[in-house]
Structure formats: C-alpha cells, structure tokens
C-alpha cells in the first residue's frame, strides 16, 4: 500500500448544505463539524507517511484514519461501526471532505492502519499534533498547574489461573505449529491423542475440583506434554525455523516459571511444580518476569489496595487551574486539556513512572510549574530532581516519617536530630553528638548512617524516649539536599492552606471517570503494551475534543445531577 501525501479536501458544497439546513437557527453542530471548523487539517497525511510505501496500490489517507479512529473513540465504537459511519455520517463526512456518494472503506483498513502505525512507532503522534496545534491557538502552554494519577487497565485476554495458563501455552503452541508445519506434527505426536486434550480452550471444560488432583496428575500432565514437544521441536531432524515460532519461545518461559525438571542419580526424570518459598517450594519468579497468558505476554498480574488485576496501567496527565469565584467557573479561561498518558506494566510503581511523564511533558514543551500528585508518586530523588531538572515543583504528600518515635507521636524522631553537614555531625535532643558519619548505599539510594556513642546512650536519662537499642541510636539520612526537601515537605501539608491547594489534585479522579465511561478504556482492545498505549493516546485525543467541543458550545464538564431527595435535604439543612 502506497500514500501520496496531499492536503485534506474541502468539505463537499452539498454536504455542507445539508449540515447547514440540519444545524441551521442557532442549533449546535456535531462535534465532528466542529473540530473541522476550528481546527481545520488536523492530521496532515505527511505527519504519517513514514509508515506506508511509496510504491503499490494508493491506501485511503492516513491523516484521515487518524481522525476516523479520534472519532471512534469519541462514541466508543468497533471498526465495522466505525467504518459504517464514514459512509453514512454526513458530520463525519464534512470533517474527513468526502462527498456524498463516497463509499469510505473496509473496516479491515483501520486494523491495518493501526499496525503500521505501532510497527514505525507513530503512538503518541496524533496526540502531538492536537497539543501543538492548540498551543497554537493559544489553548494550552507551558508552565502553570498539571495533575496526574493512574488507574488499572485489564488487559484483552482472558485470567487464566496456573494450571490453565500451562494447559493454554501447550496448546497454543501446538495451534501455531500445526498451522506452520502440519506434516511435522502429524509425525512427532499422536494427534488424536492430543486433540482430545487441547482440541479446544483449556478453560471451556470443568477441571479436577481436587487440589492433590490437579497438583499431581493435570499439572504435571500439562508439563510433561510440554517439555515433549519442546524435546521434538529442538531435535536435530526437526526443521530449524519452528524454534523461531513465538509460541514455542512462550511455552518454554512458562515452564521454566511454573516447573523444575531434574534427573535423579538413576536417571529418572522429575517434575515438579514450583511453589513460593515459603510453602517449602522452589520459588516462583518475582511478578514483573511471571507470564499470565501466552496470547499477551506484557500483561502482568497486579493488586493496589482491593483491586487485583491482569493488565496494565495508566498515567493521565493534565491541565488545571484553581477554582474562582462562583460567577467565573461557568466559562473557564482556558479548559482542563490532558497533555500526556503514559500505558506502563501493572507491576512498575507509580514512582518509577514520574520520570519519563515528565520526560514526555518536557518533549511537547508543556512542563508545568506546579505538578499535583498522590502519594504513590513522589520520593526524596524525585522532588529534589524534578526541580533541578525540569523546574517541576511536586505538589504532594510524602510519606510521613515511620519511625518507632514518630508514629507513637511520643519520644524523639529523625526531625528532632540538629544536622551539621559540614561538619558531618548529628547533634541528639539530649546535646549529644555523633561518633561516626558512614556514607552507605541502601537498596541502591545513597543515604548516610549515623551513629550516636554507646557511652553516651545507655546511661542518658531520656534513653528510653529515643531507643530500643540495647547500645546506641542510629539515623538513616538521605544526601543533605533531599533530607532538607523532606523535612519541608511534610511541615507543609500539616499545615492548612497546603491541604486547600491540594485539593486541587482531585479533579484527576474525574478525568479518569470519564475515560473510562466514554471511551471504555477500562478494558484493553488490543493486545500487547504497545497496541493498548495507541489506544490510550487515541483516547487522549479523543477526550481533548470532547472537551473543546463542550468548552466551544460553552457548557461546563462539572455539571453533577442533584436528586430531588437531596436537594429537600439541602433545604431543610440550610
């Protein structure tokens, strides 16, 4: 498929006629009508063609797929729907130029066109040019208020538990070399015999309600099948290009994260399951490594508080700006617009997440000033770092000191130590200084140990208000500069007006409410990281229009429904 780059085509006289009688006396016009008119070639094909030859059979416009697909998003709808609208949606056609009788496309073509635009790394694109274009029309800029926050996304295969996930990898290894080398199978297994036990899903069929059945006869059934095929695909005789095929490199992960094999000294062969460490098993991998399905191998198995999940996660960045008083909050100067979404493994702490949202903020040249976080986000490197390097000021709660002292709310805590950098000296509550200043690295952060003389605390009157110690009180500092940075922070949010700024970080939730309601971004569509994070940039965009369109045709997004019930209780409140 070739692309000849080309402006976008003028909306038709007779479909714009049409929208015109249709949206005549003051009637608002469909969204898509209205990102046409006000921001014109939004796309262009060359922002894309990098993807697409030069030569073959002229594709549809990639510039236009791209809005068809932001347009998808806006009313949640499949490719078949998507591509029945292109033909039948006369706003659609006005923002895409088609005429009348233009018949559009397969829905297949946006499949495609999402695939080559994954395989070039175009994902975030679309959402690059609605930012610049709005900073060009003076919509959105750099410095200013952003908040952030993520939520879960479960991935687009089914949860699978471990014995249905060594069964399924089994069996998707067999479907992927029957389809590639039929003749080698049919040679190297009884394929009657295996059909009866992988001729459909593993999980359409009840298993063994027993746990010692399931541990020592399915299980292991499913592993020595396994490690069978595995020892014919890798024989000398086998062709070479089958241990290429992915699923076989799936099935191989698998067993080795769920089994152990060994050969005992009169060599039988043994196979076990592994169990975690502390059942009395061999271990099971940390949980960023463990495959949970062999269809999608980036979705990983997840828990924060009461939500456990198979999927990924999902970082929304965006604008804000402090409430004003009541007569200016129903036409806001700018809107909220959402500058960034980062689609990370559900496994990586939010923390770990900061830097390359910051780093992609940076990029786009829409850094703010102030950045609102939760307190999954923030760490001593982190707040000192994202000043220095970005200029970012982290508006946010750290975690408060959780030390003995400190929780009690009794005795001395690590704030209540005078530090002396300079002279690398702690002084303690009692006037005591330390003896020894130990530069460390704990868990790879450098951080500073300090030692107070055990001469010094054991006879101290006030001994028992500082430690446990049978000998001395030690203290585990960060570097001076991020000590500092804590100890400011946490004074801070105990005081009032750093709460009533920061309430501001709420408004998050909300945006997350509404991706997930309207462009259903709860589950994933595709399978893979990188397919999901092109729809979650898509989704961006999407939501970005939704919200001019609404800010356009002045209607505020926060409007909430009042029941009747709650507004007598109001009124009888007041």
């Not at 290429?244 to 099935?251: C, F, S, T």
């Not at 039988?268 to 191998?297: A, F, N, Q």
Request: hydrophobic share 40%; proline share 5%; glycine share 6%.
């Amino acid at each position: 498929m070739s692309v000849q780059p080309r402006p976008w085509p003028e909306p038709s006289a007779e479909v714009a006629a049409a929208i015109k009688a249709m949206y005549g006396r003051g009637r608002e016009v469909p969204l898509a009508v209205r990102v046409r008119d006000q921001l014109g070639e939004l796309f262009a094909d060359s922002e894309f063609a990098v993807a697409f030859g030069q030569r073959g059979r002229p594709g549809w416009s990639p510039g236009r797929l791209a809005l068809v697909t932001v347009l998808q998003k806006v009313e949640n709808l499949t490719d078949r729907q998507a591509a029945d609208q292109v033909r039948e949606n006369l706003a659609w056609k006005y923002a895409l130029g088609l005429e009348l009788a233009d018949p559009g496309f397969d829905h297949t073509v946006l499949s495609e066109f999402r695939t080559r635009v994954v395989e070039h790394r175009l994902e975030e694109r679309a959402l690059d040019l609605l930012l610049a274009a709005l900073v060009e029309e003076g919509l959105l800029a750099g410095g200013g208020k952003q908040r952030t926050d993520s939520t879960h996304i479960v991935s687009a295969v089914r949860d699978l538990n471990r014995l249905e996930l060594a069964g399924e990898s089994v069996r998707a290894a067999l479907e992927a070399l029957s389809a590639t080398a039929p003749d080698w199978v049919a040679q190297v297994i009884d394929v009657p015999s295996w059909s009866r036990r992988y001729s459909q899903r593993i999980d359409t069929w009840r298993l063994p309600t027993s746990k010692t059945k399931k541990d020592r006869r399915l299980a292991l059934d499913y592993a020595r099948d396994g490690y069978a095929l595995l020892a014919a695909v890798y024989a000398p005789a086998s062709p070479a290009r089958l241990c290429e095929v992915p699923a076989v490199q799936i099935l191989r992960r698998v067993l080795l994260q769920n089994y152990t094999r060994t050969v005992t000294a009169s060599g039988r062969e043994v196979i076990k399951r592994r169990e975690k460490e502390s059942d009395g098993g061999d271990g099971l991998p940390p949980g960023h490594l463990r495959l949970t399905s062999p269809y999608d191998t980036d979705a990983r198995w997840s828990a924060k508080r009461d939500t456990f999940w198979n999927g990924f996660k999902l970082h929304i960045s965006e604008t804000c700006q402090a409430a004003g008083p009541a007569a200016d909050r129903h036409r806001a100067e700018r809107p909220n617009l959402i500058t960034n979404v980062a689609t990370t493994p559900s496994t990586l702490p939010d923390s770990k997440a900061l830097e390359g949202i910051h780093r992609a903020l940076a990029a786009r040249g829409l850094t703010p000033h102030e950045h609102y976080l939760d307190s999954g986000y923030p760490s001593a490197e982190l707040i000192v770092g994202s000043v220095k390097t970005y200029g970012i000021a982290l508006i946010t709660p750290v975690l408060l000191d959780t030390s003995r002292q400190a929780k009690a709310k009794q005795g001395f805590a690590a704030h209540d130590f005078a530090i002396d950098w300079n002279a690398e000296q702690a002084t303690c509550p009692a006037g005591k200084t330390s003896v020894t200043w130990n530069p460390v690295a704990q868990e790879g952060v450098p951080k500073t140990v300090v030692s107070f003389a055990a001469a010094d605390c054991i006879p101290c009157p006030v001994r028992e208000q500082c430690t446990t110690s049978r000998h001395r009180r030690q203290l585990s500092l960060h570097p001076q500069e991020m000590t500092e940075a804590l100890r400011a922070s946490r004074a801070q949010q105990q005081t009032q007006d750093w709460n009533t700024d920061y309430a501001l970080r709420a408004g998050v939730e909300g945006t997350i409410r509404q991706a997930t309601d309207v462009t259903g971004l709860r589950r994933a569509r595709y399978r893979g990281i990188t397919k999901t994070h092109l729809d979650h940039a898509f989704s961006a965009v999407a939501l970005n229009l939704i919200r001019l369109n609404a800010w356009w045709n002045d209607h505020p997004l926060d409007r909430t429904r009042t029941s009747h019930l709650a507004r007598l209780g109001l009124s009888l409140a007041a």
